[in-house]
Structure formats: structure tokens, C-alpha cells
């Protein structure tokens, strides 16, 4: 199975930082790597697709960028509606796999 | 606009099966495919399985292979998910997602809580 490591699994931002949270792969995936968003009590929900695309109505301030085995999620601003935890995923083999998760919480 | 409604709550005893549903609306059910995917309490999300709805064709992650069982009728839109011989690290919420390809896992139902205790 392939293994996602996530880093960090937690930080403290402050409302319009940038915030960057990385994903790596066991072994590479080309670039079949999602990110979601996930609020407590909530479905998780779908930001990017193919490492950089954009879901249909995700605002630009994020953005995915990597390939291979290494991977970034950026948030270009933070906003008090983007404390979540986010979460990357591979969908290039079977089993699909996530990573452990990042936590964002307020500084 | 395409959503994924699942069955309710469940509180089931060690040993038992339960069958959670998730009912497709707003797409064409046949040309995409449902993983199911669940969250133990203050966990991460971990991959269970997937299902075509066009061919019925199957991926198990191993460690749920021969306990889980999925189906899915194209007369309703419906995917079910059946895990049997239910243990107390069974307890979770369960989500299907729908399976857009390259768009990855694109749309998710609300969840359902499925809660094994004797």
C-alpha cells in the first residue's frame, strides 16, 4: 500500500497568513492527489484534483502544486472559515490512501 | 446538483451486520462509481472500498475483504455498503463519494454514524 505522510499535523495561524501544508507518497503517483477540507461534524469536501486543478466553486486561494512523490497545498490567506483540518489523498492505485491529516487551528 | 443522501444512524452489537445506503440524485448513477469511506472518532478518513454502478466490478482494501459487501440498484440510485461481523473498532461515521476519475472523490454524502457497543 501506498503510505501518505501529511506535515504537520497541526498548526496555529493567524487570519491572513499563508499557510502551506505538504503531502508525500511512499512511491510515486504521478499526479493523482487530492486535497480535502474537513470541518468538525461535517462531510469532507473537495478542494483540488490532479495535484493543482481546482474543484468547480473552490475560491483560488488555494492551490495544490507537486508531482511524483511530493506535494503542497497552499492557502494563500487565511480566512476564519478555512480553520480545518485538511487532509491529502492518492488516488492513482488501489487501495486508495490518505494522509494522516492536518489540523489548522487559530494562533 | 448532484447529491448523495445516506441512511440513518445505526447502533448495532458486536457480531451483527449493518447495511448503510446512499442514494444518488442529480448525475447519471451508471457512469460513475462510489467508494465508501469511514472515520473512527477523532480519527483520519480511511478507504474501505469501491463499486461501479455501470458493471458491479469491486476494490476492497485487504483488511476489510470477506467482511464487507457492496451492491447497488440502478432502479433507484442507490449504493449500499454491508459490513458483517461488526466489532467494537468498527464504530465510525461511514461516507460514500462519489468517484469522478481523474476529478477524484468530487461529491460526499452527510455521513452515517454507525455505533457497535453491547
Known amino acids: 500500500d501506498i503510505q501518505m505522510t501529511q506535515s504537520p499535523s497541526s498548526l496555529s495561524a493567524s487570519v491572513g497568513d499563508r499557510v502551506t501544508i505538504t503531502c508525500r507518497a511512499s512511491?510515486?503517483?504521478?499526479?493523482?492527489l487530492a486535497w480535502f477540507q474537513q470541518k468538525p461534524g461535517k462531510a469532507p469536501k473537495s478542494l483540488i484534483y490532479?495535484?493543482?486543478s481546482l474543484q468547480s466553486g473552490v475560491p483560488s486561494k488555494f492551490s495544490g502544486s507537486g508531482s511524483g512523490t511530493d506535494f503542497t497545498l497552499t492557502i494563500s490567506s487565511l480566512q476564519p472559515e478555512d480553520f480545518a483540518t485538511y487532509y491529502c489523498?492518492?488516488?492513482?492505485?488501489?487501495?486508495?490512501?490518505f494522509g494522516g491529516g492536518t489540523k489548522v487551528e487559530i494562533k | 446538483q448532484v447529491q448523495l443522501v445516506q441512511s440513518g444512524a445505526e447502533v448495532k452489537k458486536p457480531g451483527a451486520s449493518v447495511k448503510v445506503s446512499c442514494k444518488a440524485s442529480g448525475y447519471i448513477f451508471t457512469s460513475y462509481g462510489i467508494s465508501w469511506v469511514r472515520q473512527a472518532p477523532g480519527q483520519g478518513l480511511e478507504w474501505m472500498a469501491w463499486i461501479s454502478p455501470y458493471n458491479g466490478n469491486t476494490n476492497y482494501a485487504q483488511k476489510f475483504q470477506g467482511r464487507v459487501t457492496m451492491t447497488t440498484d440502478t432502479s433507484t440510485n442507490t449504493a449500499n455498503m454491508e459490513l458483517g461481523s461488526l466489532r467494537s473498532d468498527d464504530t465510525a461515521v461511514y461516507y460514500c463519494?462519489?468517484?469522478?476519475?481523474?476529478?477524484?472523490?468530487?461529491?460526499w454524502g452527510q455521513g452515517t454514524l454507525v455505533t457497535v457497543s453491547s
Open positions: 463519494a462519489r468517484d469522478s476519475g481523474e476529478l477524484g472523490h468530487d461529491s
Open positions: 490532479a495535484a493543482s
Open positions: 489523498q492518492q488516488y492513482n492505485f488501489y487501495p486508495l490512501t
Open positions: 512511491q510515486g503517483i504521478g499526479n493523482y
